[in-house]
């Protein structure tokens, strides 16, 4: 089962205005709510009828790398930033170990303009995480249809997809009324009714349950009756698209026009075309990150939450976004070699997180990839280097506008533990053309090495 809904303030509970000042357009369902999600919800309210927000699903293990690809492949990123909690082992790309990420990443996401949506692919009871999408489950020695030929609607219903309307309500009462969890705006997501035992009212709880309505929608079937049926069921609530294969057309909109938002899935976005995109995202109605409208419709969204309002201005001079390639006549690298140096950098600068992948000559096999975040707000960053565990801190230098890193890592040798230090400084040269990067480390016998890397900007 699954079950969707909005961050009102990306797991921050704080109140921050008095919930008299905000025009609500209509109550969540739970009277609780915070000022923050209340003022979310009536910007749904505010936005239905005459706009609908892009959106785009994210693996959970991959932060906002689906939202950064979509950015730079439709050239506006979406206004919403959704992902899921997660079911997988560790490595998978659906890992249920990313939680404490997700959570960073939203927070991140949430400050820096995007509105946060969370689903959760709940496990089924009879089994335990991690699970792949679909467990293995023993099926009845009876065929479906079998059954279904001997039961009348009512009974299949609840064999088909048993106590799904009270699964839903228990997990609604056991995060609002055990875990008071105030902050969120409850949305209801339901796949299209493939036949006429799964139509949408055989499966909803209640308005008393949600606040918005949304349906799942691949292979472009945007089915009228489909809307029809969602609208009439809301009884005035707002109705969005929690999942979609590719967004609606314009043509579609004008005949459902209620739509408030659309989530592209995770690895989708290449199932429309650029051109296709870019008349959607061209159109009035259809609002980005980039449009002067979405900083409007935020605006008393942004002041519920405390946050300043759109259009944010970067707090870095430079942006280190581009493609590096390593130039070793220019770099100087003392006693050693250029093993280990990437070869070429690929970097996305998206503020204060800086996403980098490193691609490195292998002497007997094909290249390496490595993928590294460097986030310049301080906090401890974790990988592996050597099969050996690495902590890294950044930070932004506004004097020398330039980054600098510090890490430790920890070598096991023949039993003996070994903490290697080194320093990074990366900086811009000849107006962005080039970038150093200054090392410092310790060997393993306690010597230093300083090393001055240089990467030329590539045009490509």
Not at 444 to 453: A, I, P, Q
Request: some cysteine; charged content about 25%; hydrophobic content about 35%.
């Amino acid at each position: 089962m699954k079950y969707r809904s909005f961050f009102g303030r990306a797991l921050i509970i704080a109140v921050v205005a008095n919930i008299s000042n905000l025009a609500i357009a209509s109550d969540p369902v739970n009277p609780k709510t915070t000022p923050e999600a209340r003022a979310l919800l009536d910007l749904i309210y505010r936005i239905s009828g005459k706009y609908t927000l892009t959106g785009q699903h994210n693996y959970p293990d991959t932060r906002d790398r689906n939202s950064r690809f979509a950015a730079k492949y439709i050239g506006q990123s979406p206004a919403i930033w959704s992902t899921d909690m997660g079911f997988a082992k560790d490595g998978d790309k659906d890992s249920y170990l990313a939680r404490p990420d997700i959570v960073k990443e939203a927070i991140r996401q949430h400050k820096k303009g995007s509105i946060i949506t969370i689903c959760w692919h709940a496990v089924p009871p009879t089994a335990k995480e991690p699970v792949t999408f679909q467990p293995n489950r023993p099926m009845p020695s009876d065929s479906l249809a079998t059954v279904q030929g001997r039961l009348p609607d009512e009974q299949f219903k609840e064999v088909l997809t048993p106590g799904t309307v009270d699964l839903y309500k228990q997990l609604y009462d056991r995060l609002v009324n055990y875990h008071k969890l105030n902050n969120l705006i409850w949305v209801w997501s339901v796949d299209r009714p493939s036949t006429p035992i799964r139509k949408f009212s055989n499966f909803y709880p209640g308005n008393e349950y949600l606040d918005i309505l949304s349906l799942d929608v691949y292979g472009n079937d945007f089915n009228q009756a489909y809307y029809d049926s969602l609208t009439v069921l809301s009884k005035g609530k707002p109705v969005a698209l929690g999942e979609v294969g590719n967004p609606p057309a314009i043509d579609i909109l004008k005949n459902q026009p209620k739509w408030a938002y659309w989530v592209i899935w995770a690895d989708m976005v290449r199932n429309l075309s650029v051109k296709k995109h870019h008349e959607l995202v061209s159109n009035q109605r259809i609002l980005s990150q980039e449009d002067t409208a979405y900083w409007q419709v935020m605006a008393p969204f942004r002041k519920a939450c405390g946050l300043p309002l759109l259009p944010l201005k970067s707090k870095y001079t430079v942006n280190f976004s581009g493609t590096w390639k390593f130039n070793e006549a220019k770099s100087e690298l003392g006693n050693s070699g250029p093993a280990n140096v990437p070869y070429e950098m690929k970097i996305d600068q998206d503020d204060d997180l800086i996403h980098v992948n490193k691609y490195t000559t292998v002497e007997y096999g094909d290249d390496q990839l490595t993928n590294d975040d460097i986030s310049l707000d301080g906090t401890e960053m974790k990988s592996r280097i050597f099969n050996s565990p690495r902590v890294s801190k950044a930070s932004w230098d506004a004097v020398s506008n330039s980054i600098k890193i510090s890490s430790t890592v920890k070598f096991d040798r023949d039993g003996r533990s070994i903490e290697m230090k080194s320093s990074e400084e990366w900086s811009l040269l000849e107006k962005g053309k080039i970038l150093k990067i200054v090392q410092v480390s310790t060997g393993f016998r306690g010597e230093k090495n300083n090393v001055s890397l240089i990467f030329s900007r590539s045009s490509e």
